[in-house]
């Protein structure tokens, strides 16, 4: 099992060093968010630690100090599926921090019930998709000061299976958590595609990023109904922290090794699906993203 397993995990390591760098991990209190937030502070960054549950967010950032000497982390808090909450943390980023080289838009939902935002959106497209997004848009103006910088949103293999349904993003005429995760997914990748191709020409990159079939949290909803099928075939199953070296890849790999815009999995770039490709889908969820926040990007 183990020989197999082995074909199924990246073999990449770096020691690259983060000195003076500044990056912040949503949902970085569990999981993958969690390990990455380690990693990056083990390599000497100041890490933010965006979370929703501020109680978790700060025994993470306790967990990390305890683990990695000399680290730099701090708890902030961020509930991705209420734009106040978003301008909250955004505003306060700009009152504490002199620059932001990484956005690590790592926090999501996954095959939830159905529910929306404090906003009214269907809470995967709203949390994983246009909570990033809006995110994203508050803090360019810290991440192109800080050029070069980076922006890594954390996608799926489910993308494949997605379609952006933009005459009923609500989910009001039928919702399936698969589909409706599938979806959120999916626009990650193509809001990655979009804003590498307008930020290139400010120094600020955009990676979209599959961490595999992982054990965390986010997953309940995903792994409890198969059961015993997932127990036979746990070995296929990565760790949180085998599920972040992909993260870490587009992190600290040197831009001229990586391809802005690109889908990433298993410490290399990879196609998405056909439909991840489609610029001109790319273009029209970016215009009704920004319609629905009611913002305009310069």
């Known amino acids: 099992m183990q ?14 060093r983060l000195d003076g760098k500044t990056a912040i991990v949503t949902g970085a209190n569990v999981g993958i968010g969690k390990e990455t937030a380690k990693d990056l502070a083990a390599r000497g960054a100041r890490v933010i630690l965006a979370c929703r549950d501020m109680a978790k967010g700060e025994q993470a950032a306790r967990d990390i100090m305890r683990e990695v000497k000399g680290a730099k982390v701090v708890a902030k808090q961020l509930d991705l599926a209420d734009t106040k909450s978003i301008c909250h943390f955004a505003e306060n980023v700009y009152n504490s921090e002199k620059a932001l080289h990484f956005l690590i838009n790592n926090a999501g939902v996954a095959m939830c019930p159905y529910g929306l935002t404090a906003d009214g959106y269907e809470i995967q497209f709203g949390v994983n998709h246009l909570g990033h997004f809006f995110l994203t848009f508050l803090l360019l103006d810290l991440l192109k000061h800080s050029a070069p910088s980076r922006v890594i949103n954390l996608s799926s293999g489910a993308h494949a299976l997605g379609k952006i349904q933009f005459d009923d993003l609500k989910g009001e005429k039928g919702y399936h958590p698969m589909r409706a995760y599938a979806q959120s997914k999916l626009a990650n990748i193509l809001f990655t595609r979009e804003l590498a191709k307008r930020t290139e020409v400010l120094g600020v990159t955009a990676y979209a990023v599959d961490p595999g079939a992982v054990n ?22 990565k760790t949180p922290e085998e599920g972040a070296m992909t993260t870490i890849y587009c992190t600290v790999t040197p831009e001229n090794q990586l391809h802005t815009g690109g889908y990433y999995r298993d410490c290399g770039q990879v196609q998405s699906c056909r439909a991840g490709q489609d610029d001109g889908s790319a273009l029209k969820l970016w215009a009704v993203s920004c ?6 990007w310069r």
């Not at 965390?216 to 199953?237: A, C, D, M, Q």
């Not at 319609?291 to 305009?296: F, W």
């Open 3 to 16: 020989a197999i397993r082995s074909l199924f995990i990246p073999k990449w390591s770096s020691d690259i």
């Open 216 to 237: 965390t949290e986010i997953t309940r909803h995903f792994w409890r109904p198969l059961g015993s099928l997932v127990k036979n075939f746990s070995y296929l199953i």
């Open 291 to 296: 319609h629905l926040l009611g913002v305009r």
